[in-house]
């Protein structure tokens, strides 16, 4: 058995779940790439809109959780599933992420 893929994701998981329970609690909105902003004039309920993306997050952690135990039991397919998740996984959140925006962005 091997236990690279699933400590890999064992690592990454807690990560992604505190950054998922800091973006609960703050006060400004969260934006999704480094080097952009949200501005808290262009949101309607910043606590709702950051609860959804910390949802958003959590999701992806728990994910990787899954990923380290199908790799315990099928290091190949954890292998596979971590290297998809980590980088395209990425790009692929940016789609709920951009629901979520819509959901609470303010029309004016």
Not at 44 to 69: G, Q
Request: some cysteine; glycine content about 4%.
């Amino acid at each position: 058995m091997d236990f690279t893929a699933a400590a890999i994701c064992w690592s990454i998981a807690p990560i992604i779940g505190v950054t998922a329970l800091w973006i609960s609690r703050r006060r400004k909105p969260i934006h999704f790439f480094a080097g952009t902003t949200v501005e808290p004039q262009e949101i309607t309920d910043i606590p709702s809109y950051n609860r959804a993306n910390a949802r958003m997050w959590a999701l992806y952690a728990v994910w990787f959780i899954v990923i380290s135990v199908l790799s315990l039991l099928h290091s190949t397919v954890g292998i596979v599933l971590s290297i998809v998740s980590i980088i395209p996984g990425i790009f692929f959140l940016y789609i709920p992420y951009k629901r979520i925006y819509s959901k609470y962005k303010r029309t004016v």
